[in-house]
């Protein structure tokens, strides 16, 4: 199709979208984003938009897996505010120029932090405040979608000071701290601006350019002694201010050039107008929000928004205002749409945020795929987790897939369908990086001899990416493909162990692992074994496709029902070696705080036992999301975490990602209305919902009785009205 069919299937979109209820409301009230910045959540509580290049937010750590978002609610101190963040992502990176402002004489031994109350500390959609007490100075943060905005009240009759470290980064050590900028250039070329570039690397290597404008002179008072294997400048600035009166900041920054970064700042930000930058981000923010209405208490309505907040914090747009972007190979390549998104944490984001995404905000999601294309086409094979456009590797299998096919059965047209089909294709026949087709072939798995760590989860995920390919390949009437993708679907067989019924390892002689620990948990970064994250009982669920085909193999409802009953009453022990501190929220062995299991709960409505599914369904809201900061089981994971609960406080799950079937649940609020496309409207009611009343008695689909275990994505987006009466049993 056509750039131009593109834009204007955009336009309509955004036309179509003006029902949505009046952005009078203030739905960002409802907004907290300290939820999940305690514990292992991970988020940030700093300023940002939706989708935004930019997050600035307050550090209070950056050398630890503590400190993957920079920020942890148990501490009392800060030691600045930097630039970007990761929102709820289990490895570290961003923290780009991190800035504080200090008093003269308040800095004890070169430490440059301060203590700060947390009843002086305020976040919400786009802003975010905080006093630092040991210096009496008020910080202010806001954002638009390439600029930061900080603005600091002095409240002393002292000396202004601010200190730029270019050096300071998130990082995986204290130690790499020093050494984790590459390359520098810094330029002042007037007492009110500082520009450079510099080049990282942590989870990636990658190229930033940035442009700092303050609204007041200032003077370089000093530059900090560089540290062993320093390349950026830590500097402190002195300005000249009265008691009481501001100092205003903006900081651009882009991964194509100094111009870049300036250019989006003379558009988004050109003024020294602070409320109004924070407005039209709270704006921006309320008009997405204002897509679900939610009727339940303010428990409710803050525990489901604070997920839509976290579900729109990415992937985050990284091209410049001109289009421009930096891609995986380092060169400057211009976007056809004028976007191209990354933090694409595709391992976690595939199970059931990229398909709300198809419901909530249909209109990204070919930008989305674009991208997609658009990486593939620089690397040779579709991204697996993408950081500032590039490919870190993280994670297995190639979750683009899924996402594209989705996508493609739900009659998305703003791509190249006969393109995206030869990205997958060659994706899954090329290898590549975790990914080696030839083994996987010759032997219908991976063995754990050859392929030396995680190979029952690599084989179980990507025999659901091939899958996927096999229902791309059947709608396009590529009968050879599907056929060829179809036999590779059910390589899982191959891996089930009929006396244990659970997913074992299997060596290139076909010997399964012995001795076989089915509690062991894995994970490769740290310890090997045969599993991501997880172990035996969490693994063995993983066959999202086809569910009818795991429980024949387990002999039937009642077996597989059995069986999986074991998983959750099993002790809620932690066997492992090495780092597995994802694998969290427990209840027996099914781990909330991990995507694996998400899908796990749903498979009960699939075996007949529809009610176990609706009270687990309640056990995991009322245990592990909670309306405070550690009120998260586990690391929001770029979104996967909060789309679970809004798809289940809905009703409904993807247990199969792709082609639209959600699998029924149990709703957890009273009322939920979302506006869709072409001005049409799907609301969702649970009738007598209480505290006992978490089971199913009935549904209705339109006043019409439904007695199906799963809604299909056409019959939502032609809005109507699903209704649940829930009973006590």
Not at 202 to 228: M, S
Not at 444 to 465: A, H, M, Q, R
Not at 570 to 592: K, P, W
Request: with cysteine; net charge negative.
């Amino acid at each position: 199709m056509c750039i131009r069919t593109n834009y204007l299937i955009i336009v309509l979109l955004l036309v179509n979208f003006a029902c949505t209820p009046s952005s009078t409301t203030d739905y960002c009230k409802y907004v907290d984003p300290f939820i999940g910045t305690a514990d292992n959540g991970h988020t940030f509580p700093g300023a940002t938009l939706p989708f935004g290049f930019i997050q600035a937010s307050p550090e209070t750590g950056n050398d630890s897996w503590k400190y993957c978002s920079g920020y942890n609610y148990a501490d009392e101190s800060i030691m600045g505010f930097a630039q970007n963040h990761l929102n709820g992502t289990g490895c570290s990176d961003l923290g780009d120029i991190l800035m504080l402002p200090f008093t003269e004489g308040d800095i004890k031994d070169g430490k440059y932090r301060s203590n700060f109350k947390k009843s002086e500390e305020k976040a919400s959609p786009g802003y975010y405040a905080v006093r630092l007490s040991d210096f009496d100075i008020d910080v202010e943060l806001s954002a638009t979608q390439h600029t930061a905005f900080h603005r600091y009240t002095f409240r002393k009759n002292a000396p202004a000071n601010l200190l730029l470290d270019l050096q300071s980064g998130v990082v995986w050590s204290r130690n790499y701290i020093e050494k984790h900028v590459l390359q520098a250039e810094i330029d002042m070329p007037d007492n009110k601006t500082v520009s450079g570039h510099q080049q990282v690397n942590n989870w990636v290597t990658r190229h930033y350019y940035y442009v700092i404008h303050f609204d007041k002179p200032y003077t370089l008072k000093q530059e900090l002694p560089a540290k062993e294997g320093n390349k950026a400048k830590r500097l402190v600035l002195a300005f000249d201010l009265k008691p009481g009166e501001p100092l205003q900041a903006k900081i651009a920054i882009s991964t194509v050039s100094v111009d870049g970064a300036l250019e989006s700042m003379k558009k988004e930000n050109p003024k020294w107008n602070f409320d109004a930058i924070r407005k039209k981000a709270a704006d921006k923010w309320n008009e997405l929000l204002a897509r679900v209405q939610v009727e339940g208490n303010d428990e409710q309505k803050t525990n489901f928004y604070t997920s839509l907040y976290h579900l729109y914090l990415q992937p985050a747009d990284i091209a410049d205002t001109d289009g421009r972007y930096r891609g995986t190979d380092d060169s400057v390549r211009t976007s056809p749409s004028g976007s191209y998104y990354s933090t694409l944490s595709l391992w976690d984001t595939y199970r059931a945020a990229h398909p709300l995404y198809t419901i909530l905000l249909p209109e990204k999601t070919d930008g989305f795929i674009q991208t997609m294309i658009a990486h593939w086409k620089a690397q040779g094979f579709l991204p697996i987790w993408t950081l500032w456009g590039k490919e870190n590797f993280c994670m297995i299998a190639n979750h683009a897939i899924p996402v594209i096919v989705d996508a493609f059965l739900k009659g998305s047209k703003g791509f190249d369908a006969e393109e995206a089909f030869q990205a997958i294709k060659i994706s899954s026949t090329v290898n590549h990086t975790g990914s080696d087709w030839e083994t996987y072939m010759k032997y219908g798995y991976y063995p754990f001899d050859i392929i030396k760590t995680e190979s029952v989860s690599k084989t179980l995920e990507s025999v659901y990416d091939d899958y996927c390919v096999a229902q791309m390949a059947k709608a396009l009437g590529k009968t050879e493909d599907y056929e060829y993708f179809g036999k590779r679907s059910d390589f899982y067989k191959n891996l089930f162990d009929p006396e244990t019924k659970l997913m074992r390892g299997k060596d290139s002689e076909g010997n399964r692992r012995t001795p076989f620990n089915p509690l062991s948990l894995s994970h490769a970064g740290s310890s090997g074994g045969d599993f991501t994250e997880g172990n035996s009982w969490q693994y063995t669920w993983h066959v999202q496709h086809d569910v009818a085909g795991l429980i024949e193999l387990m002999g039937g409802d009642e077996a597989f029902t059995s069986r999986l009953d074991s998983l959750f009453f099993i002790e809620s022990s932690v066997e492992h070696t090495g780092f597995v501190s994802d694998v969290t929220g427990l209840i027996g062995q099914y781990a909330h705080g991990n995507e694996p299991s998400h899908h796990v709960i749903y498979l009960y409505g699939l075996a007949g036992k529809p009610r176990k599914t609706q009270a687990l369904i309640r056990e995991v809201f009322d245990r592990f999301y909670l309306n405070k900061p550690d009120g998260l089981c586990g690391n929001d994971d770029c979104g996967q975490m909060s789309a679970w609960y809004i798809f289940s406080a809905m009703g409904f799950y993807p247990v199969n990602p792709v082609g639209g079937e959600y699998i029924l649940g149990a709703p957890q609020i009273p009322k939920i209305t979302i506006s869709l496309p072409e001005g049409k409207i799907f609301t969702i009611e649970a009738t007598n919902l209480s505290k006992e009343n978490k089971y199913v008695q009935s549904v209705e689909l339109n006043g019409q009785p439904y007695p199906h275990k799963s809604i299909n994505h056409r019959d939502i987006m032609n809005g109507g009205k699903l209704v649940f009466t829930m009973t006590n049993l």
